[in-house]
């Protein structure tokens, strides 16, 4: 079974190299078909020439607002714009598009944390210390992938109408300074800002409770745009995603009692507020 899933991770893997393959060469195609070399490109649209020769050779993910400026700019007629959907897919490790997908028409997210910070949370500096220090190693180029998704995913908190976020986070998390003290410091006064927004809510589990609803592990619960109602799990790499009203009507139930146990959101702001004054 491992081996057959290491399998399918690597063919998903290969897809999507090829994908930004297909896409970088399409791009280099309607820039010369337009008489641009790539400083002129990347002046008109913000980027240097190294990044414009990164996205034409599959090195870097373009973002969606490049990729809608360049396809205007370059009178692509639609041709970019088109794979744009699969190139956002291609910037997610295989075990979390899925996931990915089903989070960006959610209109209700609900996220038990325990290791780290939450994806959805976490400043670009702390993102960047996670991805650097998964096991095996990431390449540079993998890290920064992964760091422009994770920050892409926060278009979350802009969607109109605004989606309902929770999350329950271990007190375990806020006392590990993952990147060092600076990086520490601006996640922690991040939650703050971020926990101010009136369609967020944050939850701290602190770590004297003597009865704890989650010690089967994290998990996030979504509800999308058509009512479906899902979970999804994910441990070293292996993820599911629930669909089964069973399981789902299940860590729903471990949910609340969660937040029942927890402190509640105004407490757990004004403990983060305390360890950044103590830290």
């Known amino acids: ?16 190299a090829g994908i930004l393959h297909v896409f970088g060469r399409q791009l280099k195609l309607c820039r010369e078909r337009a008489g641009l070399d790539r400083a002129t490109l990347g002046s008109r649209v913000g980027y240097s020439a190294s990044t414009i020769a990164s996205f034409e ?13 360049a396809d205007e700019l370059l009178d692509a007629g639609g041709l970019l714009k088109a794979g744009k959907e699969e190139v ?60 422009t998704a994770r920050m892409a995913r926060k278009d979350i908190f802009a969607r109109r109408p605004a989606p ?13 300074p993952l990147g060092g003290e600076a990086v520490w410091r601006g996640q922690m006064e991040h ?20 009865e704890h ?15 479906r109602r899902i979970a999804y799990t994910e441990v070293q790499g292996d993820s599911h995603v629930h669909t089964e009203r069973e399981k789902v009507r299940g860590l729903e139930a471990v949910y609340g009692s969660l937040r ?16 950044l004054g103590e830290g």
């Not at 090195?59 to 607002?65: D, F």
């Open 260 to 275: 029942a146990q927890a402190l509640t959101p105004a407490e757990s702001l004004s403990l983060i507020e305390k360890l």
């Open 57 to 69: 050779q599959g090195r870097r993910i373009p973002p969606p607002k490049f990729i809608d400026s």
């Open 88 to 147: 956002a897919r291609a910037q997610y490790p295989a075990f979390f598009r899925d996931a990915a997908r089903l989070e960006a028409q959610a209109v209700e997210l609900h996220v038990y944390a325990t290791r780290a910070v939450p994806g959805l949370l976490q400043t670009e500096e702390y993102a960047r210390a996670v991805c650097a220090m998964w096991r095996p190693l990431l390449d540079v180029e993998v890290i920064e992938q992964r760091v």
């Open 213 to 227: 609803a989650g010690l089967a592990g994290p998990f996030t619960l979504m509800e999308t745009r058509d009512e």
């Open 191 to 210: 939650l703050l800002l971020v926990g101010e927004e009136r369609n967020v809510e944050i939850q701290v589990m602190p770590l004297s409770r003597k």
């Open 1 to 16: 079974m491992e081996e057959q899933r290491q399998q399918v991770d690597g063919q998903e893997q290969e897809a999507s």
């Open 164 to 176: 309902h976020l929770t999350f329950v986070i271990e007190e375990a998390v806020l006392h590990r």
